[in-house]
T-cell receptor, first 116, second 110 residues
Framework: GAGVSQSPRYKVAKRGQDVALRCDPISGHVSLFWYQQALGQGPEFLTYFQNEAQLDKSGLPSDRFFAERPEGSVSTLKIQRTQQEDSAVYLC??????????????FGQGTRLTVV | DAKTTQPTSMDCAEGRAANLPCNHSTISGNEYVYWYRQIHSQGPQYIIHGLKNNETNEMASLIITEDRKSSTLILPHATLRDTAVYYCILERAGRRALTFGSGTRLQVQP
């Protein structure tokens, strides 16, 4: 497909379980972003990659959250020991430029994580 | 970073123009105005952006006041598929991520 692909679309985890969320960006896109969106709110920035380098992880809410993009394409967001407050939609976006403001970001449909 | 103020919700009749306002009275000279929308159960979608000139593309027009303290997104002929939350976002050059607020929930009525 031509768009950003995220998997799984839905994930139910028991509290304390580890989860891994996958993002396949648009081929050739340099920049990749992860956002967290709680119910009824706008997306909030988590972390940013330029190729394989994680240049900004200021939005990660705790050290239980970890993201990687080892080969500069596919990215994985991992959440360890999930808590109920981690329940949200996790969105991935990619763009073709190095974070320049005058480019559009393409978002995936997101992964809805529910921690029970 | 400057903040934006948008109405919480708006209605628009199908086929009419939808005018979505955004106030950004503390905008800095190097901050761009971006608009994204999010249709239910989908990721946000880029619509348009501008710095100080009015912009138009196949989706919408962006009108920025001369003092840049406010802007309006115009959907010229709204359809039911335009029902979504619309986000007005300010981002400066060099900033890597978008800062979303609460947006305006636009409901297009048949």
């Amino acid at each position: 497909g031509a768009g950003v692909s995220q998997s799984p679309r839905y994930k139910v985890a028991k509290r304390g379980q580890d989860v891994a969320l996958r993002c396949d960006p648009i081929s050739g896109h340099v920049s990749l972003f992860w956002y967290q969106q709680a119910l009824g709110q706008g997306p909030e920035f988590l972390t940013y990659f330029q190729n394989e380098a994680q240049l900004d992880k200021s939005g990660l809410p705790s050290d239980r959250f970890f993201a990687e993009r080892p080969e500069g394409s596919v990215s994985t967001l991992k959440i360890q020991r999930t808590q109920q407050e981690d329940s949200a939609v996790y969105l991935c976006a990619s763009s073709s430029r190095q974070g320049a403001p005058n480019t559009e970001a393409f978002f995936g449909q997101g992964t809805r994580l529910t921690v029970v | 970073d400057a903040k934006t103020t948008q109405p919480t919700s708006m209605d628009c009749a199908e086929g009419r123009a939808a005018n979505l306002p955004c106030n950004h009275s503390t905008i800095s000279g190097n901050e761009y105005v971006y608009w994204y929308r999010q249709i239910h159960s989908q990721g946000p979608q880029y619509i348009i952006h501008g710095l100080k000139n009015n912009e138009t593309n196949e989706m919408a027009s962006l009108i920025i006041t001369e003092d840049r303290k406010s802007s309006t997104l115009i959907l010229p002929h709204a359809t039911l598929r335009d029902t979504a939350v619309y986000y007005c976002i300010l981002e400066r050059a060099g900033r890597r991520a978008l800062t979303f607020g609460s947006g305006t929930r636009l409901q297009v009525q048949p």
